[in-house]
């Protein structure tokens, strides 16, 4: 598939190449913090990654070279987040945008260089993998801010680091690199600058290579054991994995294997 991108929705761009959906945070004046239009716009970017059958991983990045995302745009929160109505539909639009991510059917990355921080922390979380650069610099600023984090959020951070990285990380409001988030389980992979581009490159390509059933069986059974035992669909993951075993691409992917070759799957 050709590359093609959308109109940006705020300050947020999608690019469409091959099975992959990349959405940019753009806002680098101020190291691509979230306004409101971005908070809205995203749930908006990730449903058109979901509904297009090419894209089978979804990944999340920043403009420029110096940011992932630094957090929200505190300038806006005297008018858009200062009680009342307008902070609850501040706060829908932003509970809407990290629930789209972390109950995205489909694969999610996180590209991360530079500031990652507040906000753009907790997207980053809500992917299911993340990769930065060496010079990355990571913070989780409410203390600072006399912010409260809801508890959704909470309880990814005790998903993703356990908790005790997550009270040191509220307690303390502390910058730190990306050699600590890879000790603390926050990023899986660190790269040199010079190598990020194509490593983070090299991963997508592993992952756009595998079975795109087999991927979607794995995501569903993950966002289910997410859930109270009694709300979770097992009956949907049974039958999403046995549709793998039905496929035409299981087929070729045993067959590759025999002939010592990549499989060439077609998500059928």
Request: glycine share 10%; hydrophobic share 45%; proline share 4%.
């Amino acid at each position: 598939m050709n590359d093609t991108s959308t109109p940006a929705i705020g300050t947020i761009h999608l690019h469409k190449a091959g099975h992959v959906g990349t959405i940019e945070f753009d806002n680098q004046a101020k190291f691509n913090a979230m306004n409101y239009d971005m908070w809205v716009g995203l749930p908006q970017l990730i449903q058109a990654c979901v509904d297009d059958p090419e894209v089978r991983l979804i990944v999340l990045t920043g403009a420029g070279e110096k940011a992932f995302v630094s957090g929200a745009d505190i300038s806006q929160f005297g008018e858009k987040r200062n009680g009342g109505d307008a902070a609850e539909e501040y706060n829908r639009a932003t509970e809407a945008a990290y629930a789209s991510v972390l109950d995205c059917p489909k694969p999610a990355l996180a590209k991360i260089r530079g500031i990652c921080m507040g906000g753009g922390l907790g997207l980053a979380l809500n992917c299911d993998v993340r990769i930065c650069s060496a010079d990355s610099k990571f913070r989780m600023p409410a203390g600072r801010l006399g912010l409260g984090y809801a508890m959704p959020g909470i309880q990814r951070f005790l998903e993703v680091i356990g908790a005790a990285h997550t009270a040191d990380l509220f307690f303390s409001a502390r910058i730190f690199g990306a050699d600590d988030a890879h000790h603390m389980g926050l990023v899986k992979q660190v790269l040199a600058p010079d190598q990020f581009d194509a490593g983070v490159h090299d991963y997508i390509g592993m992952v756009c290579g595998n079975a795109p059933l087999t991927l979607a069986a794995a995501k569903r059974a993950m966002l289910e054991l997410r859930k109270a035992p009694a709300d979770r669909d097992v009956a949907l993951v049974q039958k999403m994995v046995q549709a793998c075993f039905a496929s035409e691409d299981y087929k070729e992917g045993r067959k590759a294997f025999a002939e010592k070759r990549m499989p060439q799957f077609k998500g059928r």
